[in-house]
């Protein structure tokens, strides 16, 4: 069984900064590409960023480049978000995600498997 627990989410000062960590287990880690998405009250689910399965490649949304860095550690099956300049507009819940392959996607419906989300909040 697949499980992924994220962890790091809580309130920061706007300007501030966190580091969202994902743990995998139940499937090979680093076979699969994983992804940063988030959603806030009222909104859809948004992609952040997603990284491949060995790290070579990354994707970002373009709201967040140049402010989050997305990375791996395929030893400790571990995916992570460092989210530096924080906005209030950052603020949602976080949810780290497992693709169907080990390429970067964007698109929710390529991955497969889900975390039960980490709760950022942004405070001006």
């Known amino acids: 069984q697949v499980q992924l627990v994220e962890s790091g989410g809580g309130l920061v000062q706007a300007g501030g900064s966190l580091r969202l960590s994902c743990a995998a287990s139940g499937r090979t880690f680093s076979s699969y590409a994983m992804g940063w998405f988030r959603q806030a009250p009222g909104k859809e689910r948004e992609f952040v960023a997603a990284?491949?399965?060995?790290?070579?490649?990354?994707s970002y949304r373009a709201s967040v480049k140049g402010r989050f860095t997305i990375s791996r550690d395929n030893a400790k099956n571990t995916v992570y978000l460092q989210m530096n300049s924080l906005k209030a507009e950052d603020a949602a819940v976080y949810y780290c995600?497992?693709?169907?392959?080990?390429?970067?996607?964007?698109?929710?419906?390529?991955?497969?498997?889900w975390g039960q989300g980490t709760q950022v909040t942004v405070s001006s």
């Open positions: 995600a497992s693709a169907k392959a080990s390429v970067v996607v964007s698109i929710p419906y390529l991955y497969n498997y």
């Open positions: 990284i491949s399965a060995r790290g070579g490649r990354t």
